[in-house]
């Protein structure tokens, strides 16, 4: 069947907790739970045709509920920091949840991936099937201003994509930044670390972070720096080199005109088993975060 639906548990409130399946023909499988909108697995074949599961889950939502990295969460209403968790629209500020430091990180401690969101599946007219998460997040959710109704999409294509597709309106102006936070071993879930993986970066500027994480608002040209990566990179030579453990932002390059168009911002290959990821956006920059501070246990 492309799409199936399972329980997966239950939150303490009650609230029962689905876990949603999709299967292409062409082999991509993915399983995300309504928790978070979190993928769970993404199954990809090999050079072989062999399937491995390429993002790091856990096993039952007891786990989930028991703290975790963002494992695959829908992220947001802002993903990243904002500086002294505030910020002013229209001479008005507003004063949010400091979760990280003296920071925001991710919406806070209720943000969006706390969340249980309703799910509707379906297929494509082609037979692509696809799992649609739907909140809706109250005004003044997280400190945030208006009421924000959020669709969030993922759908397994013909061409052997996972296609991630946002959509939002709000009753106020608000800040809005969502991501989908998975972490990605293209050698496999308990492979062992993504060193060996090689990634580029179309992007000729980034901005560095602070050693808190928040972004130093000077942007730089990669040329000469250790930040590099327009060409292949091992990983493991590229966080030898960068500062911190945060990841630095890059920027797309982009012409004017292709502001709005969806463009290549990466490319990452595991030469071992072939597998290679490319990341399309039309967003203007992406943010590169290796995880080297994640625990090795989880």
């Known amino acids: 069947m492309p ?12 609230t029962s907790v689905d876990e949603i ?29 062999d399937l491995g599961d390429i993002v790091l889950g856990l096993p ?6 028991d703290g975790h990295p963002m494992f695959g969460t829908i992220t947001g209403r802002v993903a990243g920091r904002i500086t002294g968790g505030t910020f002013r629209i229209d001479d008005q500020e507003y004063a949010l949840e400091q979760n990280n430091g003296g920071n925001l990180l991710h919406g806070g401690s209720q943000a969006l991936d706390k969340q249980v969101w309703d799910a509707e599946t379906g297929e494509s007219e082609s037979g692509e099937p696809f799992v649609t998460f739907h909140h809706i997040s109250p005004d003044g959710a997280c400190g945030f201003p208006g009421e924000l109704d959020i669709q969030v999409t993922y759908q397994l294509t013909d061409a052997s994509e996972l296609k991630i597709s946002y959509e939002a309106t709000t009753t106020k102006r608000t800040p809005l930044s969502l991501t989908n936070h998975s972490y990605f071993n293209l050698a496999g879930e308990g492979s062992g670390a993504i060193e060996n993986h090689m990634l580029q970066i179309h992007a000729d500027r980034y901005v560095p972070s602070e050693d808190d994480g928040t ?36 920027f797309v390059n982009r012409t004017e005109d292709e ?10 290959e595991e030469p071992d088993t072939g597998r290679v990821m490319e990341v399309f956006t039309t967003a203007s920059s992406v943010q590169f975060y290796s995880a080297v501070a994640l625990d090795e246990k989880v």
């Open 60 to 65: 039952t939502l007891e786990a989930y509920l």
């Open 215 to 250: 972004l130093t608002g000077i942007m730089k040209d990669v040329t000469g720096t250790p930040n590099d990566a327009r060409e292949p990179r091992r990983i493991g030579d590229l966080i030898a080199t960068i500062r911190g453990q945060h990841g630095e932002h890059y």
């Open 259 to 268: 502001v709005k168009l969806l463009k290549p911002a990466a490319r990452v």
């Open 3 to 14: 799409v199936a639906r399972t329980a997966f548990g239950t939150m303490p409130d009650g």
């Open 21 to 49: 399946s999709l299967q292409h023909p062409n082999g991509l499988m993915l399983k995300a739970i309504q928790y978070g909108g979190i993928i769970r697995e993404l199954h990809v074949p090999d050079r072989n045709g």
